[in-house]
């Protein structure tokens, strides 16, 4: 990271606790330290792209509120090493209605524009607070300035296409 221009030298107490928690989630994923470079950048980026028809799932306005839920989560958090995001999230998604997994999928999409990746409690730290706040501002911007929170009625293929279904909390 130092031959790269992304790590001063001496490396801070503050970024080897960053280092030692990409490892951990990241680790077993890339066999050479160049591999790590893109991950890295990403994390480092301050937006991410969503593919389009995630982007649709998305466009729910109990989904905006969540993540809307999640950034002001994020931002009374002193420290996001170690948060039981388990249970706080799905005390969230609860508030506005989303099952679990349907709202660990959107703050994962929302953070990183990818269906797979690490645990979020990994990646919560790995991205800090300003990169949330950031990335989840940002999907919420354009899904609500974009075209709005209308749904695509057809799906690929002329299939019925559904955003992620909110039930009664």
């Known amino acids: 990271m130092q031959q790269h221009g992304i790590l001063e030298e001496p490396v801070p107490a503050a970024a080897w606790r960053w280092i030692e928690t990409f490892i951990e989630a990241y680790g077993d994923a890339l066999p050479l330290a160049?591999?790590?470079?893109?991950?890295?950048?990403?994390?480092?980026?301050?937006?991410?792209?969503?593919?389009a028809l995630a982007l649709e799932r998305l466009r729910n306005r109990q989904v905006v509120f969540f993540l809307d839920g999640v950034a002001q989560y994020v931002d009374a958090q002193p420290e996001l090493r170690g948060l039981p995001l388990d249970h706080d999230l799905g005390v969230i998604a609860d508030e506005f209605g989303l099952v679990h997994d349907d709202a660990r999928w959107a703050v994962r999409m929302a953070l990183t524009g990818r269906e797979d990746g690490p645990d979020l409690t990994l990646l919560f730290p790995l991205l800090g607070h300003e990169r949330i706040l950031m990335r989840i501002?940002?999907?919420?911007?354009?899904?609500l300035h974009g075209r709005g929170l209308e749904p695509l009625k057809f799906g690929p293929g002329g299939e019925p296409f559904r955003t992620i279904e909110p039930h009664q909390p």
């Not at 160049?34 to 937006?47: G, N």
């Not at 501002?137 to 899904?143: K, R, T």
């Open 137 to 143: 501002g940002a999907i919420s911007s354009h899904l």
């Open 34 to 51: 160049d591999a790590a470079l893109p991950q890295v950048a990403a994390l480092r980026a301050e937006s991410t792209v969503v593919p």
